[in-house]
């Protein structure tokens, strides 16, 4: 995804190149050769860069490239910046070029520029290669910046938003997330979300969405899930459950909080959920991490994966089902925020609409044998509660499907015929107060 070379992403007259001198030429060319598979990427001090235009700064990376066997080596690459309001001059490039021998083990120089080279310092350097093959002697101006930046995305929405179309800002929106577990600004979901329709999305990209939803704070007020097509619903969560291995073993790698990853999931079985029956929904989130195959993972295995998730399902749809519920009372909240906030605006998260932009985990649990169960189902002295009596493991998962999807929709349901009528309230006290 990173290589993807659509020119369309990118728009190259917002990229201020006149402004990138000194540290920041620095910071987008690091983030590039990043973004390119550098390794032992850094900063140094000390090359022929030292001249006051660019405060004597320069980078250092190594790459591994096949050589003429076809055997892969690492390559030493050294980068200076030259960051310049014209031509930059002849004799900075000399300098760093000759000052370049001076190093054992060089393999590639790289001269970054804003702006341009002169004719007679590009033959210049021809001509010094041609009786030096080593190091490889590369110029890069403008236009070279442009072509590379043009290929990565990822780097302009992290330096330059504003230089990419919005089709460019989902894109590097979903390279970032799926190639380094890194999320953007909430500013940049505001702006895919209100050109969703326009916008084209993958899979992939959607579920990069949900997870920075997630991880920017909640997903109510821009409710992916809602506003899915039931397909592409399907194919969102298996694009996830099929990389669910993956993803928890990067982000135990990076730090990430994985319980950003545990939510999403959560979220997008409940939403595929409303589609389909419970049955086929356990046998979906099966089939996906097992990705299909003949051989699926051991019991022990499915567990460690889905364990998280299926803890997740029950705990909210507890949390969400007894805080109105007559008959069984927490203590605390399993799942939810402490927050009113999050429960009461819960339902919206599978809504179009959405939600307008404005503990050491111990709880007591009660259950009152004599009260009936609102959402229906079939409880008394002997018989409690499914929703807890179900343990949310991989061998249950067909029982707690069954019940989380006949809980979440009574719930749902019963939220939006209170909005409904709180709108009623409102509208009644305005026109009311229209009239005096």
Known sequence: MANNTNHDWVLPAAIPFADLKGKDLEECVYWLLDAMGAKDLEWR???SGGGAADGGRDL????????????????????????????????????????????????????????????????????????????????????????????HPDVVLRLFSEALSMRGRAQAMESRFW?????????????????????????????ALVVNEFANGDITHRPWGAVLHPETAVEVLGIGLTNIGYLFIRSSRTGMDQRILIRTFAYLILVVLELLPGDVTARLVIGYVNRRESDPFPDEVLEVLLGPILNQVAAEMQDLCSSNCKRVMLSDRKALSDGRNELEAYWLRFDPDGLNEETDGRFIRIEKGDEPCVVGFAVDKDNHCPLFAVEPTVKNITDLMDIVKRVAAFRKAKAAAQRAEDQQRVEAVQKTLKAQ
């Not at 003429?68 to 014209?86: D, L, Y």
């Not at 120089?109 to 341009?116: R, S």
């Open 60 to 151: 250092e990376a190594h790459f591994f490239e096949p050589d003429g066997e076809g055997e892969i080596r690492q390559q030493r690459w050294w980068i200076e910046c030259k960051g310049r309001t014209g031509t930059v001059e002849s004799h900075e490039v000399k300098a760093a070029v000759n000052n370049a021998l001076a190093y054992d083990g060089l393999d590639r120089l790289i001269i970054a520029t804003n702006t341009q080279y002169s004719n007679p310092t590009l033959d210049w350097v021809k001509e010094w290669q041609k009786k030096h093959p080593s190091p490889k002697v590369q110029l890069w101006d403008q236009a070279h910046l442009e072509r590379y930046l043009s290929r």
């Open 45 to 47: 001090i000390g090359g």
């Open 179 to 207: 190639n380094k577990l890194e999320f953007v600004s909430p500013r940049t979901l505001v702006d895919i979300w209100n050109e969703r329709e326009r916008v084209e999305l993958t899979g992939m990209g959607i579920f």
